[in-house]
């Protein structure tokens, strides 16, 4: 087993590091989310450290009494095999220990590992990719269908979209929703009825891939395939390049829809849980926030 580790809450000046090593790895994070999930369980962060060296980084942040998630989790490949990815797990998951439920996204190689800490599989999640041009749908803007109204930015109504999300993921997110809503980087967009209730809404936001930028939407969700396609459209105009969406298995509409809007399936995890697994269906969820932070 691995000694001299030190697991500290990750503070606001290692944001960038850590930000910096999920890019190496491949996560695509996005402008702004590490410090999100920081805000979202401030004790929920850790950064593993040999004397002043980082080596190692993982999240489990408690979303409220009844769920938390698992992510984030790495170890610089130098320092590899020697044990600090077992200490900082163990340390995130007795921070989670209480909860009901927990939950992750497994990379395929590691779900037998998880499923010895007593995860079970839930379904899989499919990460698909667009090259846009950045003209989705022509110009102007995308034609609805019913009464709602596509409304960006500060007009989205925040109570109606944390409303409409509470009864669609696993457990009511309001402070980390509140966050990544208004978050400055990217652009978010709600379809609202006249009795001013949410039909759908979905974020797009600027990512750091390996080789260079590009935009992850993410949550999506939305009544109808043809809502979540408006929504879609919405979001992916006048962004050009790489766009990257992760969307759970368990929608049966989410994969068509996606290929029809050129969208090519890039890579695949596997959503688990320890304890008690959600009964919400994820038919309305196109989109998930992030994998990190489910």
Known sequence: MASGLKILPLGRSDIPLVTAWARTEG???GAGDVAIYRHTDRQGLWLGRLGQEPVGCIAGV???????????????PEHRGRGYGVQLWRHALEHLADLPCIGLEAAPERVDDYAGWGFQPASTTTRWQLISDGHAGGDTAPELHGPAQLLQGAAVPAAAVQAYDAQREPSPRPHFLADWLTHPAGTVLALVDGDGQC???????????KGGEGWRIGPLLADS???????LTGLIRRH???????????NPFAASLLADLGF????????????????????????LACLELG
């Open 264 to 287: 090519r399936p890039l890579s695949r995890t596997l959503r688990m849980y320890r304890g008690s697994a959600p009964a919400v269906p994820l038919t309305d969820v196109y989109g």
């Open 199 to 209: 039909r759908g809404f979905g974020r797009i936001r600027p990512c750091l891939l």
């Open 240 to 250: 050009p390049g790489v766009v990257l969406i992760d969307t759970p298995e368990a």
């Open 62 to 76: 408690r979303y409220n009494a009844a769920y938390g998630f698992l992510g984030l989790f790495l170890v610089k």
């Open 225 to 231: 395939p043809t809502l979540a396609g408006q929504l």
């Open 27 to 29: 996560f695509a994070p």
